[in-house]
């Protein structure tokens, strides 16, 4: 079992984000097949707020570092998914994303690239948001999913992923742009590529049938086997259940895979064991939140950067 060896595509640090103000965002609702049209009420805010809570005390167990935000802007109904607006890499490279809806662009927030600065080496930071005024988005990890090892971004196409953009990302960022079309059995077009597909260091889980034209499909799938990965296919079930949202992180005894439980329970038991293969699976349960058309994946904005302090806390 290799999950002890530390991986450029687990980050051992993240941020999360708890909601105050936790409600189906309806700016998203037209183009996110995933969220549950629902009235938001005081109980749902305080569940929110108590799953998210329960989740970071969970990562934080297997040593995860987790930086948590309080998300109390009550215009920023979506601020619990921070994995839009940012992103870093190795290098110390960090990138700002242009957003499709207006009350999403309130999200963005110097209080956090001032701690990635301080905590951690920053070299640039490079920010794409002023092209929302030219109605260009591209929804950082949501729109894409990176590929730190391989150099891959792939990308389903869609209004919130801008494929002038992608190519503007890659060529300052050096990866590989890989575009594909992806919608589900009724013809609803995927939204973001998160939740069609996770890459962990030795596996990629993807919901391959969902690629809508077969060359592409064919495309996408020998590339991450050209990787090295053992490629686990999700049905449509399964992608509705996030298990396409998750995120291999960095803990303090190994790798894991953070997901959710909905998303653990739809898991078949030989997917389960190739990935318990070279990582410890860890399900939190986040009902409430799932709610809003987004699982754990898109909670969690990982840290690719080295940290400016030594393990004994010195800063160096």
Same mark, same amino acid.
């Given at each position: 079992?290799?999950?002890?060896?530390?991986?450029?595509?687990?980050?051992?640090?993240?941020?999360?984000?708890?909601?105050?103000?936790?409600?189906?965002?309806?700016?998203?609702?037209?183009?996110?097949?995933?969220?549950?049209?629902?009235?938001?009420?005081?109980?749902? +805010?305080?569940?929110?707020?108590?799953?998210?809570? +329960?989740?970071?005390?969970?990562?934080?167990?297997?040593?995860?570092?987790?930086?948590?935000?309080?998300?109390?802007?009550?215009?920023?109904?979506?601020?619990?998914?921070?994995?839009?607006?940012?992103?870093?890499?190795?290098?110390?490279? +960090?990138?700002?994303?242009?957003?499709?809806?207006?009350?999403?662009?309130?999200?963005?927030?110097?209080?956090?690239?001032?701690?990635?600065?301080?905590?951690?080496?920053?070299?640039?930071?490079?920010?794409?948001?002023g092209l929302e005024s030219d109605g260009l988005y591209l929804e950082g990890t949501g729109?894409?999913?990176?590929?730190?090892?391989?150099?891959?971004?792939?990308?389903?196409?869609?209004?919130?992923?801008?494929?002038?953009?992608?190519?503007?990302?890659?060529?300052?960022?050096?990866?590989?742009?890989?575009?594909?079309?992806?919608?589900?059995?009724?013809? +609803?077009?995927?939204?973001?590529?998160?939740?069609?597909?996770?890459?962990?260091?030795?596996?990629?889980?993807?919901?391959?049938?969902?690629?809508v034209d077969k060359e592409q499909r064919e495309a996408v799938v020998s590339r991450l086997?050209?990787?090295?990965?053992?490629?686990?296919?999700?049905?449509?079930?399964?992608?509705?259940?996030?298990?396409?949202?998750?995120?291999?992180?960095?803990?303090?005894?190994?790798?894991?895979?953070?997901?959710?439980?909905?998303?653990?329970?739809?898991?078949?038991?030989?997917?389960?064991?190739?990935?318990?293969?070279?990582?410890?699976?860890?399900?939190?349960?986040?009902?409430?939140?799932?709610?809003?058309?987004?699982?754990?994946r898109c909670t969690i904005a990982g840290i690719h950067l080295s940290s400016r302090y030594?393990?004994?806390?010195?800063?160096?």
């Amino acid at each position: 079992m290799s999950n002890h060896l530390s991986s450029v595509q687990a980050p051992s640090a993240i941020v999360m984000v708890r909601p105050h103000h936790f409600v189906v965002n309806a700016e998203t609702a037209l183009d996110n097949a995933f969220q549950i049209k629902f009235i938001s009420d005081e109980s749902l +805010v305080q569940r929110a707020y108590e799953e998210h809570s +329960v989740a970071v005390k969970e990562l934080e167990h297997h040593g995860v570092r987790v930086h948590v935000f309080e998300g109390d802007n009550p215009e920023t109904p979506d601020s619990v998914f921070p994995n839009n607006w940012f992103s870093t890499h190795p290098g110390g490279h +960090v990138a700002i994303y242009p957003m499709k809806a207006n009350n999403r662009r309130k999200e963005r927030r110097i209080d956090v690239i001032e701690m990635l600065k301080e905590q951690y080496r920053v070299q640039d930071v490079i920010d794409y948001s002023g092209l929302e005024s030219d109605g260009l988005y591209l929804e950082g990890t949501g729109a894409m999913v990176i590929d730190h090892i391989d150099r891959v971004a792939y990308a389903v196409e869609s209004d919130r992923t801008n494929p002038l953009i992608l190519e503007r990302f890659c060529t300052h960022f050096n990866f590989d742009p890989m575009v594909f079309s992806a919608a589900d059995s009724q013809g +609803v077009r995927i939204y973001h590529t998160n939740v069609l597909m996770c890459i962990a260091t030795d596996y990629a889980l993807i919901g391959e049938d969902m690629i809508v034209d077969k060359e592409q499909r064919e495309a996408v799938v020998s590339r991450l086997k050209e990787s090295g990965r053992h490629v686990i296919s999700l049905n449509e079930h399964q992608i509705a259940s996030f298990a396409g949202n998750a995120i291999e992180l960095q803990g303090r005894e190994g790798r894991l895979l953070a997901l959710s439980k909905t998303a653990f329970d739809s898991l078949h038991p030989d997917q389960i064991s190739i990935i318990q293969e070279s990582t410890r699976l860890v399900p939190l349960s986040i009902p409430t939140i799932e709610k809003a058309g987004g699982s754990v994946r898109c909670t969690i904005a990982g840290i690719h950067l080295s940290s400016r302090y030594s393990s004994a806390g010195y800063k160096s």
